[in-house]
């Protein structure tokens, strides 16, 4: 089957093999497409909401709180705010008259009832129309109640989902610089860009101790905002997911040269080589030795038991669809452990240098595609006679109405797929999706073999 594409979305589009690479990226969604991209205050509280002591106030109308509710699995090991949507409640009347009043009233009434560490105030797409002062209020609202008020400017008709980030670093760099430095090793890290979905970033954090390094800061997954204020104390900034808090490394090494490092967190190859990445900028053999360990004691376990699930899996193929193509790397070699075929990747804010080492590592003939929509994503899933999708909630339904597998590594998951144990948790969910008998019921496997009777049916189902 063609694909089907829109004329001018052809440049987003690569297939490794037929030409040289060439693909256009961060553009403003093609309107009427129905862009699986993001708003600019989407990206803004992905990388926000996590910090677990904050209020989080989205300012403007209801419809845009919704979006946060339960917004993704990230835990906390304490307090547990950033669980709670508050929203301004933005009405016609604010509309015309301005609803900065409403915003002043709004923290008050949060600040005295939670007592948060900080406040967060995320501006929405009425509110750039309107022009209420954010700045001004959450100014004033810091003098009066002796917290920071931080203005976190997302209007989200300002760009795309990147920019949303961009915001949501800004805000933070503010508190970054504003705590005590006092008892930090010279062995500490901040951990960016992972946001504790399933517990992730507890998983990280004990590898990265039993090697005998500090974990600073976690920005953001179980995030706190004092530990923010002191995260220009630590001595390296170790970001995984670069689309989201690389404008906040970046800074901090502008302001404070504290040196990045760029690190993934799925996949055999990409945990093991990110503690080895943390003890090779130490220069410290222990650290090293520790880290080899670590990693030798694991495999000890996962390999023997990942052997199983390649004699079954080997020769499918597999589609990956995220949000920051950085992820998409991991996943591709996680999918080789498994014996499988990449033939489709994309994702909604991946850069021109991200697209193109995707399509070195990926075999001839693999779609590479950036900002996809229901229309593509359903034409190369069919294309490729896909077995497994991987990809978020906005892609689960196209998965199984076509009759495919589907594995969610998005923000709302509740299973653990980061780090060795992540990597058996992420073998197990393949194999059984992958190998589940109901494939056997639907269209796509009916079209590629004879039509199942209705005791056929029954006795698959059975089985």
Known sequence: MTAQIYEERRNQIHRKGKKPFAIECDKESLAGAVSQRACVFCGSRVVLYPIADAVHLVHGPIGCAVYTWDIRGALSSGPELHRLSFSTDLREKDVIFGGE?????ALIELIDRYQPKAAFVYSTCIVGIIGDDLEAVCKKVAAETD?????????GFKGNKRAGYEAACK???????TGDLANISRHSINILGDFNLAGEIWLIRDYFARMGVEVVANITGDGRVDDIK????????????SGATMTLAEMMKEKYSTPVIRVSYFGIEDMAESLYAVADHFQDE???AKAKKIVREELETLLPELKKYRAALTGKKAAIYVGGAFKAFSLVKAFRHLGMDVVMVGSQTGTKEDYRELQEITDDGTIVVDDSNPLELSSFLREKEVDIFVGGVKERPIAYKLGIAFCDHNHERKEMLAGFAGMMNFAREVYGSVMSPVWKLVPRKQSQTTQLGVSEAARIAES
């Open 101 to 105: 009043k409403k915003l002043h009233d």
């Open 147 to 155: 917290i920071p008020v931080l203005p976190v400017q997302s209007e």
């Open 171 to 177: 805000a933070m760099f503010r508190l970054v610089g």
């Open 230 to 241: 002191r995260a220009h104390g630590a001595a390296l900034n170790v970001v995984q997911c």
């Open 286 to 288: 222990e650290m090293l």
